[in-house]
């Protein structure tokens, strides 16, 4: 079991974790949640050692990690999949990782094929990709066989069926009693793996409950009541009947109604009494996303704005000013180059101002007084 009390971590005049009290308990998967800068991260790397506290404390089977004896046997975590030498291969990896904790080599193989990688066990992990260094990361994370499990983004550039795989592992090391703390940014993923989930924002606490009570507690009941199309009479009969019963009716984008306040018994009581025909009355189903969402709306530090492209859109030619100026082609300076003039004018002479262009013998020039048609040659 993971126990975090009062755990606190400063930078300087930032608070990245802020008296922070949780328990992650075996035979579940633990969801860990919270918007960027939250602290989870910094969180994670506490638990393992690898940042000290600026106060309170976690700690591992009631010890800090520091003290475990035998640490890669009891705790295993992927906290960075970009953190393996480029230059070694997969299986080089691993053995060295081994070797330091006293496993044996036979293990190496049995976790690269439980992730899948034995046919690339001896290639450079320089070229792998995202998604094979996330299977190497965890590789790593199930070599010493712990009862503790972190797993910090798994499946971040995984395909979909690598992203089903790690669920399904996940929930097959909870189900055989050990620790299991993921942190992950896709709810539907979490919604699919985790039992139960930890929310942190900006450092501090906002939930610690199972993904049941969470999605209860931060989502808004209503129920969508639908008339057949085109009865608009009957959805407006339909709607002051509900007001009338005490509930509080919404129109949707679609056409349907948002009833809140009453039952779905009694909306569709309300209806027959009403002698109104319904096409729809279902409950609305929250989801883990609308429900993180709505609980985390004031702990989030980046939000985007909306997009004007008000620097990028070019002027049209009727701007005045500088935005005309910079849409008018500029002018190029008369050459005076001979040109042959358009079909049915007189080819016999060049313009008078024509100049000599340096190369090309000049046209041949004649009298228009003498000059004859082949007509008149004839």
């Known amino acids: ?29 633990t969801g860990f949640l919270g918007p960027n800068g939250s602290g989870k991260s910094t969180t994670m790397r506490m638990i393992v050692g690898l940042d000290q506290p600026t106060s309170g404390q976690v700690t591992i089977g009631g010890h800090p990690f520091r003290r475990l004896p035998n640490a890669p046997r009891q705790v295993g975590a992927l906290l960075d999949a970009k953190a393996v030498h480029g230059g070694r291969s997969a299986r080089n990896h691993l053995l060295s990782l081994a070797q330091l904790a006293g496993i044996p080599a036979a293990r190496v193989d049995e976790v690269l094929g439980v992730v899948g990688l034995q046919e690339v066990a001896r290639k450079r992990t320089g070229g792998f990709s995202l998604g094979m260094g996330q299977r190497l990361g965890i590789a790593a994370a199930l070599l010493g066989d712990p009862q503790v499990l972190l797993f910090d983004e798994p499946v971040n550039g995984l395909d979909p069926e690598g992203i089903l795989w ?7 090391l909870a189900a055989e009693g050990r620790t299991v703390f993921v942190s992950s940014h896709l709810m539907s993923e979490m919604a699919l793996t985790a039992d139960h989930l930890i929310v942190i924002g900006r450092g501090r606490l906002l939930a610690d409950m199972s993904v049941k009570d969470f999605i209860a507690a931060n989502s808004a009941d209503f129920a969508r009541v639908r008339v057949p199309d085109g009865a ?20 949707e984008l679609d056409g349907a109604l948002r009833v809140t306040g009453l039952a779905l018994p009694r909306i569709s009581g309300v209806a027959h009494e009403a002698d109104v025909r319904l096409w729809e009355l279902s409950p609305h189903q ?3 996303e609308e429900a993180y969402m709505r609980m985390t709306q004031g702990a989030v ?8 492209k008000a620097g990028l859109r070019q002027p049209t030619p009727d701007e005045p000013g500088e935005a ?3 849409q008018r082609v500029p002018e190029v300076p008369q050459q005076n180059w001979y040109a042959p003039p358009p079909p049915g004018k007189d080819l016999s002479a060049p313009p008078a101002s024509a100049t000599p262009v340096p190369g090309v013998p000049p046209a041949p020039h004649a009298d228009p007084t003498t000059s004859q048609t082949s007509e008149d040659a004839r």
Not at 1 to 29: C, H, W
Not at 166 to 172: D, E, G, S
Not at 233 to 246: F, M, N, T, V
């Open 1 to 29: 079991m993971i126990e975090a009390v009062g755990l606190t971590k400063r930078y300087g005049a930032t608070t990245a974790v802020d008296n922070l009290s949780f328990q992650v308990r075996p035979g579940t998967v």
């Open 166 to 172: 790690v669920r399904n592992l996940m929930k097959a």
């Open 324 to 326: 005309d100026a910079w």
């Open 232 to 251: 608009l009479d009957q959805r407006e009969k339909l709607s002051a009947s509900l007001i009338e019963a005490g509930g509080r009716v919404l129109s």
């Open 301 to 308: 530090d980046y939000r985007s704005t909306a997009d004007e």
């Open 286 to 288: 929250a989801s883990l």
